[in-house]
Every structure is written in structure tokens, then in C-alpha cells.
């Protein structure tokens, strides 16, 4: 079965950089979440998008911006990017009707910032 | 302020006996429980999850318990296996529908 899509896997950047990340939710699904997990860390959310539109905000800092297009893919923008950016990125994604309050995840994308 | 709490950061047990690992969250409001399962370089895998409604859940070999009145609940491994080392999450369902997590335990299975 499809799952989760997340991309680039890997990705190494600067200070000051930016960087984008991709997430391909499952077929159907309406609902991508965006997880933060740096080292040794529980997963922290940053954001949410049902419907293309955003639902919910977490620790998502002003740097970072997000969005869900018609196709439900999700990117997250990261600008003027700070060594503790580095983390691995999870995105996650749900059916709005699904009333388990299951999400399934991707894979996640690894963020170093040098 | 940790809304999810995981207060063991690792538990070893004997391949064959039963693992049982802890959560303790502060907000009564949540409706739904999660424990999530996640190897290294790996997106966390759904487990078992619970209504608050309910006070138990089993599927297989695992088994989610619920106590509203303590605020607490726990995931029993019976019998553990090998294959079952990871780090499990316990979460939690907020208004939105986004996931707190907690901390995790690493989970060592010993053969």
C-alpha cells in the first residue's frame, strides 16, 4: 500500500540558507501535519493543513512557512537557517473522517545545517 | 510544559516476559491515545490507540490501558520479542487533530 512520501531524505545546508521539504500524503488522505525531531527528542508538531488549508500551528518558528497545494502535497519552507535547525522533519497524514486518531508517517527528511 | 509525559527513558526485558511501558498526560480534554512504535531513521509506526471512553483496547500481544482518573495509561508487550526493540511513543490527540508526543522509551528486548 502507498504510504507516506517525504523528500529529499537527506539534505545538508548553511547557515542562513534555505531549504524545502516535500511531503506526498496517501492517496485520499485530506490531512498533512508537519513534525519536528531533533536529536534525542520527542517529535515536536509545527503545523497543520486540512483542505488545503492550515488547521492548526505548533512550535513552527516565523522562519519556516508552510503550505498544502490542490494535489494535497505539503512543502516546508525553512529560511536563514540556524544550526538547530538540524533535526529529522516528519510529515503525517490523516483522513478527516477517520475519527481513530491515527496518522500515518512518512520517513522523514534529515536536516544538517553546517 | 510536557503535556505528555514518558518518565522512563529506556525499560530491558527478558525475551518472553512482558514489557509494560508508562504515560502520564495533564490534559483531560484529550480524546484519543496513541502508541507509536519508531526505529532509527524511521517514521514512527502506529500501534494501538484508545478512545477515552474506553478503559482497554487489545490487539494480538499488545494491550492499551486507560485510567482517566489517574491521567495515565500504559502498553503491555506479552510475550515481548526481540523484534519488538524500539523506541515507543505514547500520544496523545489534541483539538486539531495533530499528535503530542511524548518523550519515548527505548525498549530492549533481551533473547
Redesign the interface.
Known sequence: AAG?IQSPRHLIKEKRETATLKCYPIPRHD?V?W?QQGPG?????LI?F?EKMQ??K?SIPDRFSAQQFSDYHSELNMSSLELGDSALY?C?S?F?GTD?????????S?LTVL | DQQVKQNSPSLSVQEGRISILNCDYTNSMFDYFLWYKKYPAEGPTFLISISSIKDKNEDGRFTVFLNKSAKHLSLHIVPSQPGDSAVYFCAARGSQGNLIFGKGTKLSVKP
Open positions: 507516506v490531512t501535519y513534525y527528542q520527542d517529535p515536536q508538531f497543520s486540512y488547521s492548526d505548533g516528519f503525517a490523516s478527516g481513530t486518531g491515527e496518522l500515518f508517517f512518512g520517513e522523514g534529515r
